[in-house]
């Protein structure tokens, strides 16, 4: 759901890139638990993959991805503006690159995303006629959810609906389609892919007002007997102020509604805020400012425990409510592909994922293995 600016930077304080040895962080250890593995009777362990990953032209992460992950989401290669460029015309080849490393690698994909107000092609965002719209809507919905019907376990079907007061963005199809663009999104889904589970998709969701939005978003669904399979709370938060009684209530009300939940897109940003909330609008921008870029050599030891802990808090709640959730990913494989490094000031270097530039595990890595001992 977000839009991903993949930044390389060589740090310093980092090991050089060079394949894995079986996971292995040097020839003198042995090979590194997985998480996967560790988590295989709570929840499935996903990431976030990016064209080179599905194409595997990256090596270390071939080997890493298989044995760390059971699910995954495309960063990009799925969104609109991609996979259907024109009224007419449609780009299927790396989703279906997508759908056979999954099946590969026994790797559950969720399809990102079929509808959302961002990445839409030019001819889209330049329809001001309701029927045109609405033909698109159509067609899109039923030409994506039906060629993958069985081949994706699931797809994000409605993102980043609401506004943070819990009201309907308004966006293009609220503003042609009317309310009951939602609705009608997931009846052509469920139509279109009776195989898939249908989930919406959401950041600051754990937040009362949106949250309550999100609440009204899925029973106007169930009340119109159109499926709901899931919601997924984004999770982009910062690792020093992780608002874990807001994401507890989440669990609980949106298991409540008879769905299932999902943290979908986690990552925890260690970089100085620039606005007195968390945001993952896309479209936000914060200007330079002096200082942007506090850690371009590596994270301080102080920082780096403060994003191990944020992660050890997070894992213990999630194991805490293990029955209620059924997918955890992550925004991303390791800190060099994460959208965080240019959000929402280009050319930052952020730490936000459990593995480092070079595919080496983090201390947060081995905190979260732990919260399973």
Same mark, same amino acid.
């Given at each position: 759901?977000?839009?991903?600016?993949?930044?390389?930077?060589?740090?310093?304080?980092?090991?050089?890139?060079?394949?894995? !040895?079986?996971?292995?962080?040097?020839?003198?250890?042995?090979?590194?638990?997985?998480?996967?593995?560790?988590?295989?009777?709570?929840? =499935?362990?996903?990431?976030?993959?990016?064209?080179?990953?599905?194409?595997?032209?990256?090596?270390?992460?071939?080997?890493?991805?298989?044995?760390?992950?059971?699910?995954?989401?495309?960063?990009?290669?799925?969104?609109?503006?991609?996979?259907?460029?024109?009224?007419? !015309?449609?780009?299927?080849?790396?989703?279906?690159?997508?759908?056979?490393?999954?099946? *590969?690698?026994?790797?559950?994909?969720?399809?990102? #995303? =079929?509808?959302?107000?961002? !990445?839409?092609?030019?001819?889209?965002?330049?329809?001001?006629?309701?029927?045109?719209? %609405?033909?698109?809507?159509?067609?899109?919905?039923?030409?994506?959810?039906?060629?993958?019907? $069985?081949?994706?376990?699931?797809?994000?079907?409605?993102?980043?609906?609401?506004?943070?007061?819990?009201?309907?963005?308004?966006?293009?199809? =609220?503003? =042609?389609?009317?309310?009951?663009?939602?609705?009608?999104?997931?009846?052509?889904?469920? *139509?279109?892919?009776?195989?898939?589970?249908?989930?919406?998709?959401?950041?600051?969701?754990?937040?009362?007002?949106? /949250?309550?939005?999100?609440?009204?978003?899925?029973?106007?669904?169930?009340?119109? $007997?159109? /499926?709901?399979?899931?919601?997924?709370?984004?999770?982009?938060? %910062?690792?020093?102020?992780?608002? &874990?009684?807001?994401?507890?209530?989440?669990?609980?009300?949106?298991?409540?509604?008879?769905?299932?939940?999902?943290?979908?897109?986690?990552?925890?940003?260690?970089?100085?805020?620039?606005?007195?909330?968390?945001?993952? @609008?896309?479209?936000?921008?914060? $200007?330079?400012? #002096?200082?942007?870029?506090?850690?371009?050599? $590596?994270?301080?030891?102080?920082?780096?425990?403060? &994003?191990?802990?944020?992660?050890?808090?997070?894992?213990? &709640?999630?194991?805490?409510? *293990?029955?209620?959730?059924? /997918?955890? #990913?992550?925004?991303?494989?390791?800190?060099?592909?994460?959208?965080?490094? @240019?959000?929402?000031? /280009?050319?930052?270097?952020?730490?936000?994922?459990?593995?480092? %530039?070079?595919? *080496?595990?983090?201390?947060?890595?081995?905190?979260?293995?732990? #919260?399973?001992?």
């Amino acid at each position: 759901m977000i839009k991903i600016f993949i930044t390389f930077v060589t740090l310093t304080t980092t090991c050089s890139f060079a394949p894995l !040895q079986l996971q292995a962080q040097n020839q003198n250890q042995s090979p590194i638990p997985s998480l996967k593995e560790t988590f295989k009777n709570d929840f =499935l362990i996903g990431t976030a993959l990016n064209t080179a990953q599905i194409q595997e032209k990256d090596p270390a992460a071939a080997q890493l991805i298989p044995l760390q992950f059971n699910a995954a989401t495309p960063e990009n290669i799925m969104k609109a503006a991609i996979i259907h460029p024109g009224w007419d !015309q449609y780009n299927f080849t790396l989703a279906d690159q997508l759908v056979a490393y999954g099946q *590969k690698n026994k790797i559950k994909i969720t399809a990102h #995303t =079929l509808i959302w107000h961002s !990445q839409l092609p030019d001819f889209v965002r330049s329809i001001k006629s309701p029927d045109s719209l %609405r033909q698109f809507f159509t067609n899109h919905i039923t030409t994506l959810a039906s060629r993958y019907d $069985g081949k994706v376990f699931s797809w994000d079907v409605v993102n980043e609906a609401l506004e943070e007061n819990g009201s309907l963005r308004k966006s293009i199809f =609220l503003q =042609l389609l009317g309310e009951d663009y939602i609705v009608e999104a997931f009846r052509l889904a469920q *139509k279109a892919a009776p195989h898939t589970e249908l989930y919406y998709n959401d950041y600051n969701i754990e937040q009362p007002k949106k /949250r309550a939005g999100a609440v009204e978003i899925i029973k106007k669904i169930k009340a119109a $007997g159109v /499926r709901i399979d899931g919601v997924g709370i984004q999770g982009h938060w %910062r690792a020093s102020h992780i608002p &874990l009684a807001e994401i507890e209530q989440s669990i609980l009300d949106f298991s409540a509604l008879g769905v299932k939940v999902m943290f979908t897109e986690l990552d925890l940003s260690v970089l100085p805020n620039p606005w007195d909330r968390d945001n993952a @609008d896309v479209s936000a921008t914060a $200007g330079n400012s #002096t200082g942007k870029d506090p850690y371009p050599n $590596g994270l301080p030891d102080s920082v780096q425990n403060v &994003l191990t802990k944020g992660y050890e808090d997070l894992f213990k &709640l999630f194991l805490k409510h *293990k029955d209620k959730i059924s /997918r955890i #990913t992550f925004w991303g494989v390791n800190d060099g592909q994460s959208w965080l490094n @240019d959000f929402p000031i /280009r050319g930052r270097t952020n730490y936000p994922t459990l593995f480092d %530039r070079a595919y *080496k595990a983090k201390p947060a890595f081995y905190a979260v293995i732990a #919260t399973k001992k």
